[in-house]
């Protein structure tokens, strides 16, 4: 098949990024042509500060250099600005008349700056700040002359600023606002920055208009006239007064444009042969400035590109970092509030800090810091993710370290770490390791920086520091991505949810047919990616897609525990925790017999007998004459029961009953993770059921059933989910809970947080709120565990006895 033609117009870090994501999935697809205005390849827009400020060159922050377009067979046509579109001949035009046919056609016209329409708009030494060329006047005249003036006090034009003045020039910055950053700052946090900039030579001038600029003798810009008459002297005017996205070229090709291209969720324009990317583009009524939304929208646009059409944009929430040397700053989201609003302010002004946390109806909307930004990136998932938090309302403020991550703890100094300071100890890497990746590699992401350093690829205890690191090194351009949106693993770019809905509504029905089909990066998968598509194929296409052995985790593949020292756990099945004295008598002749060292009653009121040697395993099974408890395994594990009405005085239901029932419903019951359910007789709640993923209590009138339960390194307290009548009925809603739970939940996701990402209302409606579809859900649960085997009974019958002994040896 011959190659379609992709023309691209803008050579930007939004297109080329959209181009990288192609090449990854369908690198054979396209005969790529790239017209850019610039002479330069795709360089870091977000770094020119540092350039500015003497801290990096031109060529430190290239991205892609000329060979990388070569190495792709990418036709580049540099310093060459596209004049017209034929959309009737389908071919793009620049101004010395070269010329391209496409068949596809990918807008990345980016922005422009806004001149203020003033007069002396257009002298000589009067610039915008967007581009390489615009750096290059700056510090040559830095060099030559001694005054600048800034108008605007937004991120650029305070980081023209704070370069100009690193570079030895006196300069006055110009705001029309009452205080700085106003769309990213509350007042409060803009007057503290304001001190900071002021501590550090720099001069305002805030609330006042420019009138106009003034000539020299020579001709050049010489002075700043403000409204009220004041007038600076200014050897060179740097406007920073906001930008706007470059439509022209599209508006006069018949493009419809309104604040930008505007284009859908998959980035196409009115046209739909015309993609567009980055800040020229209006989604839904927004466009974006900021480069992680623009990633973002490259990815879906590499996506529907390559002829899969499974992403969909629907819009970023953003975040900013100021990117000033020794300023901390970080604002998300609403964070002015309203009178539906509640704040949570600390402002601690000798010390340099402020916090204010918007909230409204228990979740994170909006939020500024100042001075102490470690959590940032921590408040932006709370907000992202849309999280309940109520529980830990009261000690929000004091950050992550305080909540019991233990992935995150303690008050990160990473950005007072010295160079060589180790960040990853599993790994040996260190800080200057990493933001040397960042700045030379152009990293945008933790995933980034665990591809390209390992740091945070073990244990992941250094995730929290990378993401500061990151966050510190290229401020705005860093955004946590949502729980939802984060990669299976290092072989794909395609989330859980992308990996779901291919496998549904293709159809796919192997593990190497999803590889094949989402273009893996690797042939085999790995350890994270091979154990999640094989849980997604089996609980998509039950008794269709095949259990892949090789794809389980070691305990699932040996049904037992392995221990530390090699050895393994044994836990037989116990329904609902009840047992008699003949399964007692075989637990201790097999204990005897095989000289088991350790015998544990559990939490699940189970007997767990440890220090079983691999070799013994089937034997152990066949002497206890007990089904597997799978103890091991992302399955059902236990229903702990209490004694219930059968022995209780205070019993209201037949707990024991009602738990034998439940784990025999669900024996076999593989998931996204282990399940644990509890029944409690009645309120007294002594099976604490509270704490588990399905906790059924018994009351007078029947039972109330609590879902989203956790008791592991954070607890948490299950939600009150319906009461229902009778045993059926506690059944069938419990079936169809887990079964929307097995469907909708990521591989390694517990109950509580998938909760967490769908909302319990989502779930409620679906089974509570909806007959049909919870006794659908339910049949299908039913149907699929029908004759489930039990693990140990098919080994000890010699089934899969050969691959067993080959999987686990």
């Not at 034929?86 to 070269?98: K, L, P, S, W």
Request: glycine share 10%; net charge neutral.
């Amino acid at each position: 098949m011959s190659k379609q033609k992709l023309v691209m117009v803008g050579n930007g870090m939004a297109g080329v990024r959209t181009l990288e994501e192609l090449l990854k999935i369908a690198p054979d697809r396209y005969q790529i042509t790239v017209f850019g205005a610039e002479p330069h390849p795709n360089y870091n827009r977000i770094l020119l500060s540092p350039v500015l400020a003497g801290e990096m060159t031109i060529q430190d922050i290239v991205l892609n250099d000329h060979a990388w377009y070569a190495q792709h067979g990418i036709t580049l046509h540099l310093g060459k600005k596209v004049s017209r579109i034929d959309r009737v001949q389908r071919q793009v035009i620049a101004e010395d008349g070269t010329a391209a046919d496409y068949d596809r056609l990918l807008l990345a016209t980016g922005s422009t700056p806004f001149i203020l329409p003033i007069p002396g708009n257009d002298l000589p030494g009067v610039i915008s700040y967007r581009d390489i060329a615009d750096t290059d006047v700056m510090i040559d005249a830095a060099r030559r002359y001694r005054h600048a003036v800034v108008i605007g006090g937004g991120l650029l034009g305070l980081e023209a600023a704070n370069g100009l003045k690193l570079r030895g020039m006196d300069v006055t910055v110009i705001h029309l606002s009452d205080w700085l950053l106003e769309r990213q700052l509350d007042e409060t946090a803009g007057r503290m920055l304001q001190k900071s900039l002021e501590d550090r030579g720099l001069k305002f001038l805030l609330g006042r208009q420019t009138e106009m600029l003034v000539a020299g003798e020579s001709g050049r810009v010489a002075a700043v006239r403000l409204k009220e008459g004041l007038e600076l002297p200014a050897e060179l005017v740097v406007m920073a007064v906001g930008i706007r996205p470059n439509t022209a070229l599209a508006e006069a090709a018949g493009i419809h444009c309104q604040r930008g291209i505007v284009v859908n969720d998959t980035l196409q324009t009115f046209d739909p042969k015309v993609y567009a990317v980055g800040e020229c583009v209006a989604h839904r009524g927004v466009a974006y400035g900021l480069v992680a939304p623009l990633f973002e929208q490259g990815k879906v646009a590499a996506n529907h590109l390559a002829h899969y059409g499974i992403g969909r944009y629907t819009g970023s929430v953003t975040s900013t970092k100021l990117k000033v040397t020794g300023i901390d700053l970080f604002s998300a989201g609403d964070f002015f509030g309203d009178k539906d609003t509640e704040e949570i302010v600390l402002n601690d002004a000798a010390a340099g800090v402020y916090k204010k946390l918007v909230i409204k109806d228990n979740r994170l909307v909006g939020g500024v810091l100042y001075g102490d930004t470690a959590d940032g990136p921590w408040y932006f998932q709370l907000l992202r993710d849309r999280q309940d938090i109520h529980e830990m309302r009261d000690h929000l403020l004091f950050g992550q370290s305080h909540v019991g991550d233990v992935g995150h703890q303690g008050h990160s100094k990473a950005a007072a770490m010295s160079e060589s300071a180790e960040v990853c100890g599993c790994n040996g890497v260190s800080k200057g390791s990493i933001v040397k990746a960042i700045k030379e590699k152009g990293l945008f992401s933790l995933d980034d920086i665990k591809k390209h350093t390992k740091a945070a690829s073990s244990c992941g205890s250094c995730a929290g520091l990378c993401e500061q690191i990151l966050s510190a090194t290229i401020g705005g351009a860093y955004t946590p991505a949502a729980s939802n949106r984060k990669p299976v693993c290092a072989c794909t770019d395609y989330s859980h949810q992308e990996v779901r809905d291919a496998i549904r509504t293709q159809r796919l029905l192997t593990i190497d047919s999803v590889m094949r089909f989402l273009e893996w990066t690797t042939e085999d998968g790995c350890d994270k990616c091979r154990p999640a598509l094989n849980y997604y194929l089996i609980s998509t296409w039950p008794k269709e897609a095949r259990d892949d052995p090789r794809s389980r985790l070691i305990n699932e593949r040996a049904h037992a525990n392995i221990q530390k020292d090699g050895t393994y756990s044994v836990v037989p099945r116990m329904w609902g925790g009840l047992t008699t004295a003949a399964e007692l008598r075989r637990i201790a002749d097999v204990a005897d017999k095989y000289q088991v060292p350790t015998i544990k009653v559990t939490g699940g009121q189970r007997i767990d007998l440890l220090g079983i040697r691999k070799e013994d395993l089937i034997s152990v099974w066949k002497d206890l004459e007990m089904p597997s408890g799978h103890a091991y395994g992302k399955s059902i594990r236990t229903v702990k029961t209490c004694v219930g009405a059968e022995h209780c005085r205070f019993g209201t239901q037949l707990a024991m009953a009602m738990g034998v029932k439940l784990e025999k419903m669900l024996f076999d019951m593989y998931s996204p993770h282990k399940v644990k359910l509890a029944v409690s007789g009645c309120p007294r709640n002594c099976a604490e059921a509270g704490i588990k993923d399905v906790g059924v209590i018994g009351v007078d009138s029947g039972y109330e059933l609590y879902v989203g339960g956790n008791g592991g390194i954070k607890t948490e307290v299950a939600q009150f989910f319906v009461k229902v009548k009778g045993d059926d009925e506690v059944l069938e809603y419990t079936g169809a809970f887990l079964q929307l739970y097995r469907e909708e939940g990521f591989y390694l996701e517990r109950t509580c947080h998938w909760l967490e990402r769908v909302g319990l209302d989502h779930a409620k409606s679906r089974v509570v709120e909806d007959d049909d579809n919870r006794k659908a859900l339910y049949a299908r649960l039913l149907a699929e565990l029908q004759g489930a085997p039990d693990p140990w009974a098919e080994r000890i019958a010699g089934v899969e006895h050969q691959e067993y002994e080959a999987i686990v040896v």
